[in-house]
């Protein structure tokens, strides 16, 4: 059968979930790599659009609305008496030599960047990372060598934006197998509640296929942008819930009598 066909059988019917134990491991690492593609993408999208437009609108800042300073002994300086905030086509710098502003302050925003008095801040899609300036001690940075380092990134871009995408999916996949794995070990438990003659192999292919449905679910609501609570708990429970659905689908270990 074909994987994509796999892939929607898989979102409505633990039937076709249960027979899908039979099909060698080969094929069903297979779809897990072609899933956790298919889920990443929406992320991968809206990183690499922010980070894309985050390096174009801090370029053109850096030359136009921020003022000089340099950043020395693990500290940004400036004349600035005050912090500067910059919006623009959804995108923010914050710019504050003065301490007043923290990194918990940048994180509010949804795509931005901070250089603060200590260290600087990306948030790209709600994902944050810290480069704290006193990991470079004996080094002194200017706006000049900032807007220059902006402008080699940028001409590494399209080396840079397909090295980023094999790693998110590396990460991706291997959160995938593992999940799998633990939800395999669910399923020897509702084996023997059950009374299903299932072995681990079994459980893990049907595992792989039961989280179809919450990775899809998720990915859609990647795809609007739209925050979804307790998600983790919404995961474990969702995918329980089909693979326990699935394995009432397979014939018992023993019959019962009428």
């Known amino acids: 059968m074909n994987m994509f066909v796999q892939l929607w059988k898989s979102l409505y019917s633990p039937k076709d979930i249960a027979r899908f134990r039979f099909q060698g491991i080969g094929k069903t690492i297979g779809y897990v790599f072609l899933l956790t593609f298919l889920s990443i993408l929406p992320m991968a999208y809206y990183l690499t659009t922010s980070f894309v437009e985050g390096i174009r609108n801090t370029s053109a800042l850096l030359q136009?609305?921020?003022?000089?300073?340099?950043?020395?002994?693990?500290?940004?300086?400036?004349?600035?008496?005050?912090?500067?905030?910059?919006?623009?086509?959804?995108?923010?710098?914050?710019?504050?030599?003065?301490?007043?502003?923290?990194?918990?302050?940048?994180e509010r925003f949804n795509n931005a960047i901070g250089l603060l008095k200590h260290e600087v801040v990306l948030i790209a899609n709600h994902q944050s990372q810290y480069y704290s300036y006193s990991a470079f001690p004996d080094v002194k940075i200017t706006d000049k060598d900032v807007h220059s380092f902006i402008e080699t990134l940028q001409s590494l871009l399209p080396v840079f934006i397909p090295l980023l995408f094999i790693i998110i999916y590396l990460f991706a996949s291997a959160s995938k197998f593992i999940g799998i794995c633990i939800l395999a070990f669910f399923g020897l438990i509702l084996r023997s509640t059950l009374d299903k003659k299932l072995q681990y192999r079994h459980t893990w292919i049907m595992s792989a296929y039961s989280v179809t449905l919450s990775t899809v679910f998720f990915a859609v609501m990647e795809a609007l942008q739209t925050a979804v609570p307790y998600a983790a708990f919404i995961h474990w429970?969702?995918?329980?819930?089909?693979?326990f659905l699935a394995m009432k689908e397979v014939p018992s270990s023993r019959p019962h009598n009428e």
């Open 64 to 106: 136009n609305e921020l003022p000089s300073f340099t950043i020395e002994n693990g500290q940004l300086h400036s004349s600035a008496k005050e912090p500067v905030h910059i919006d623009q086509h959804g995108f923010t710098i914050v710019f504050d030599s003065t301490g007043q502003v923290t990194k918990e302050d940048v």
């Open 237 to 243: 429970f969702v995918s329980i819930v089909v693979l």
